[in-house]
């Protein structure tokens, strides 16, 4: 069994920043991908940031320059920052891994339950 747990969300003025963190736990025998999506109110889900297990990154868009995701292998563990934290940032914050286990062959992406993320004007 694997678990995705996230924790580092709360209430934040327009400007202000938080990190976000998520670690794996379970019967995992390979991390590949990692990665923040979040899902506003009456909106899609979207993709925030993601990392390799190489370190390469990417970002949508309106959060370059703004948010950073970094992880730590070695604790199975994936952060974002987020600086200059904007009203349109609040959102549900759920991390997310493509790994593989030690009792089943092959990748599934695997998710945490979301962390609340509202940033006030």
């Known amino acids: 069994q694997v678990q995705l747990v996230e924790s580092g969300g709360g209430l934040v003025q327009a400007g202000g920043s938080l990190r976000l963190s998520c670690v794996a736990s379970?019967?995992?025998?390979?991390?590949?991908?990692m990665g923040w999506y979040r899902q506003a109110p009456e909106k899609q889900r979207e993709l925030v940031a993601a990392?390799?297990?190489?370190?390469?990154?990417n970002y949508t868009d309106s959060v370059k320059g703004r948010f950073t995701i970094s992880r730590d292998n070695a604790k199975n563990t994936v952060y974002l920052q987020m600086n200059s934290l904007k009203p349109e940032d609040t959102a549900v914050y759920y991390c997310?891994?493509?790994?593989?286990?030690?009792?089943?062959?092959?990748?599934?992406?695997?998710w945490g339950q979301g962390t609340q993320v509202t940033v006030s004007s």
């Open positions: 990392i390799g297990s190489s370190g390469n990154t």
């Open positions: 997310y891994a493509g790994l593989s286990t030690i009792w089943v062959p092959g990748e599934s992406d695997y």
């Open positions: 379970g019967a995992i025998a390979k991390i590949n991908a």
